[in-house]
């Protein structure tokens, strides 16, 4: 059973529910209220020079955790400003797998650290955090039932792995520095296989981190470019890649469908 960790800087542990009874987006930042103006730099929005509840940011962001993490600051400020209500959020995108087929997709049940704890560590002026990874349970098996009507690929929940390097971070051998053996390699990734971890990426744990602490409803879910208990280099055709990037397109497209009533 995962643990539930308290965000240390508050001493109490963070409620699921943050929206209250009018569904707004809660922001954990009581400064927030202190400012003139609140400007959204890397969206190149503010509270003042733009309407925020009548409009809606096309949002862009880099690799890995440092960016991720710039995006969803703004992006929940956005979405407080703005004054939306109930809402979900979801990382669609690309991973590496581990003991599953090329092409699978996966729901992420908890998102876990390099060493397979359930957990994101950020570093606040000069201690470290812990934060929960937990993601919302509800959504995933909504999303894995709607994986049911789709037969052209396989869809599981696991747990997804989240490093903070692409290259030795995640095991490859293929870097520009590799400091382990090839037997090395295999045995981190069969016990990543054993703790319940079924695909890497570099996002999750700080977007199931900061969507948790704000009580957002969110999911990850990600395609699996490769096996990674076969190797470290992505063998499948350019067309092949193209498909599998939409196959978790395909599945929340599938998702809002049905919570719109659409057919």
């Given at each position: ?33 202190l ?37 969803l ?20 995108g ?8 090329p ?15 359930p ?8 201690k ?45 051998l ?90």
């Open positions: 059973m995962s643990p539930i960790l308290a965000d240390s800087s508050s001493g109490s542990l963070p409620e699921r529910d943050a929206y209250g009874k009018n569904g707004f987006v809660h922001i954990k930042n009581p400064h927030l209220d400012l003139p103006e609140d400007i959204l730099y890397h969206f190149d929005l503010g509270t003042k020079t733009h309407d925020l509840p009548s409009m809606f940011g096309d949002v862009k962001h880099g690799m890995g955790i440092p960016s991720i993490s710039i995006m600051h703004e992006l929940i400020k956005l979405l407080h400003h703005a004054k939306c209500r109930d809402v979900t959020i979801i990382r669609i690309t991973s590496g797998g581990i003991g599953i087929e092409g699978s997709v996966v729901i992420t049940d908890v998102a876990v650290d390099s060493f397979f704890r957990q994101f560590e950020q570093v606040v002026l000069d470290v955090v812990v934060r929960n990874t937990e993601l919302h349970k509800e959504l995933a098996e909504d999303l894995l039932q709607c994986s049911k009507e789709i037969a052209s690929f396989p869809t599981i929940i696991g747990h997804t792995m989240c490093t903070y390097d692409f290259y030795e971070g995640q095991g490859r293929d870097g520009a520095l590799c400091s382990f053996s090839k037997e090395e390699k295999f045995e981190y990734l069969q016990r990543a296989f054993t703790a319940g971890v079924r695909n890497i990426e570099m996002e999750s744990t700080v977007f199931a981190a900061m969507c948790y602490l704000c009580g957002l409803k969110a999911a990850v879910v990600c395609v699996t470019l490769l096996n990674r208990l076969e190797g470290d280099q992505i063998a499948e055709s350019h067309e092949t890649l193209t498909e599998y990037q939409k196959r978790p397109q395909q599945l929340i497209a599938a998702y809002i469908k049905k919570q719109l009533n659409i057919s």
